[in-house]
Structure formats: structure tokens, C-alpha cells
């Protein structure tokens, strides 16, 4: 573990125990199913990025870029 997560964790904590303390409404979900399904998406979100950026781009070609030429076009 390295020790940026840990400290991201300690400081969740600290602002979750600080909200609950001074009766701030925390700005993440109350209960344990809804913390839950925050951390499925971002895992989901995360897996598909890993997935996608180690494929390669089979339809690049197809794309016109900044400037919308194809490479049809271009020829």
C-alpha cells in the first residue's frame, strides 16, 4: 500500500468524523450500500479504462482528427 492511499484514507476518515461531528451533512452517501455502489462504479470505471487503453484502436483510420480529414480524403 502506498502511502498516498493511506493518507487519502486517514483523511477521509477525518472529514467523515468531522461532518458527523459538528452535524455538517457528509457530501458521500450515509449508509454502507450506497458507499458501496460508489466504489463498484469507480472500480467498474477503472477496469474498463485498463481494458480499453491496452486494446488498440482498430477503427483509427476512420477517424478525421482535429482537423476531419480522412484517409480517404487525404489521398
Given at each position: 500500500m502506498s502511502w498516498k492511499f493511506c493518507v487519502g484514507l486517514l483523511l477521509g476518515l477525518a472529514i467523515g468524523l468531522g461532518c458527523r461531528w459538528l452535524g455538517i451533512p457528509v457530501p458521500a452517501p450515509p449508509?454502507?450500500?450506497?458507499?458501496?455502489?460508489?466504489?463498484?462504479?469507480?472500480?467498474?470505471?477503472?477496469?474498463?479504462?485498463?481494458?480499453?487503453?491496452?486494446?488498440?484502436?482498430?477503427?483509427?483510420?476512420?477517424?478525421?482528427?482535429?482537423?476531419?480529414?480522412?484517409?480517404e480524403t487525404r489521398t
Open positions: 449508509v454502507l450500500v450506497g458507499a458501496s455502489l460508489v466504489v463498484a462504479m469507480t472500480s467498474g470505471y477503472l477496469l474498463a479504462d485498463h481494458f480499453i487503453a491496452t486494446r488498440p484502436a482498430h477503427h483509427r483510420h476512420d477517424c478525421g482528427g482535429p482537423s476531419g480529414d480522412t484517409k
